[in-house]
């Protein structure tokens, strides 16, 4: 399935070779233009669970890889022959598309015993974040008041 790119995405799409920064506003089409020039690797060769995507959300993460798998099998159903494509909708589940929390998390938990600490720690969820930052500000302020 042919999509018309503008000439910036294009070669945002068959960069290779270096770090490459996209930015650019809401609804521009960055998402797209990662699964394109993610579709292109794996119409190269490489394999999708040798990715490496990392995201700050985890809503952002599962739209990644919904829509890579989605072009997956885009690409099966044109082609539904194609043993690679076929891998590469197997292999789509090992792909490491994750957000920046658990991508670090996972990095710890695999040198926990290097850094000090369990491997079987967890991630605050941000409620519990919000509360323990206002108890330990409260706290601060208690021992402080007394100084004036």
């Known amino acids: ?5 503008t000439p910036m995405q294009q070669a945002a799409i068959n960069h290779r ?3 490459l920064l996209i930015s650019a506003g809401a609804g521009s089409g960055k998402t ?3 699964i394109e020039r993610l579709m292109s690797l794996i119409e190269q060769g490489t394999d999708v ?3 490496l995507v990392i ?3 985890r809503a952002a993460s599962a739209e990644l890889r919904s829509r890579l798998s989605s072009a997956i099998s885009q690409r099966l159903t044109e082609n539904p022959a194609d043993r690679r494509m076929r891998r590469q909708s197997a292999l789509i589940y090992r792909a490491r598309i994750n957000t920046i929390h658990s991508f670090c998390s996972d990095i710890i938990r695999e040198s926990a015993h290097a850094v000090g600490v369990r491997p079987d720690f967890r991630q605050m969820e941000e409620s519990e974040a919000a509360a323990l930052l206002r ?3 409260d706290e601060l302020l208690e021992s402080k008041y007394p100084e004036g």
């Open 32 to 34: 797209r233009v990662l």
């Open 49 to 51: 669970d040798r990715f």
């Open 135 to 137: 108890e330990t500000l």
């Open 1 to 5: 399935m042919a999509m018309d790119f």
């Open 55 to 57: 995201t700050y959300t």
């Open 17 to 19: 070779g270096s770090a």
